[in-house]
């Protein structure tokens, strides 16, 4: 059975960081490319940034360099290490397997002062 369950989402002041943390189980980790999405209110949703099974990254425009994507197998885990956070940054969170259709309920991430 697929599992992906996000954390670590929370109310930021602009400006702020977080780390989101989404944990993995039911296909193989390693050998499979991850990735995050987002969904603001009244928008679809959006890719923001992926991490290949050999490390390899990809960023949406809009990050532009403020976050970071990451992965531990032995975990089966991918990490998202958010910066200089915007308040349109607010939106639900979602990890997936690339390639797949499996979604999880989504961490929500507000920026806001």
């Known amino acids: 059975q697929v599992q992906l369950v996000e954390s670590g989402g929370g109310l930021v002041q602009p400006g702020g960081s977080l780390r989101l943390s989404c944990l993995a189980s039911?296909?193989?980790?390693?050998?499979?490319?991850m990735g995050w999405y987002r969904q603001a209110p009244g928008k679809q949703r959006e890719f923001v940034a992926q991490?290949?099974?050999?490390?390899?990254?990809k960023y949406a425009e809009f990050v532009q360099g403020r976050f970071a994507i990451s992965r531990d197998n032995a975990k089966s885990m991918v990490y998202l290490e958010m910066n200089s956070l915007e308040p349109e940054d607010t939106a639900v969170y979602y990890c997936?397997?690339?390639?797949?259709?499996?979604w999880g309920p989504g961490t929500q991430v507000t920026v806001s002062s």
């Open positions: 997936r397997f690339l390639g797949y259709p499996d």
């Open positions: 991490i290949t099974s050999g490390g390899n990254t």
């Open positions: 039911g296909r193989r980790f390693s050998f499979l490319g």
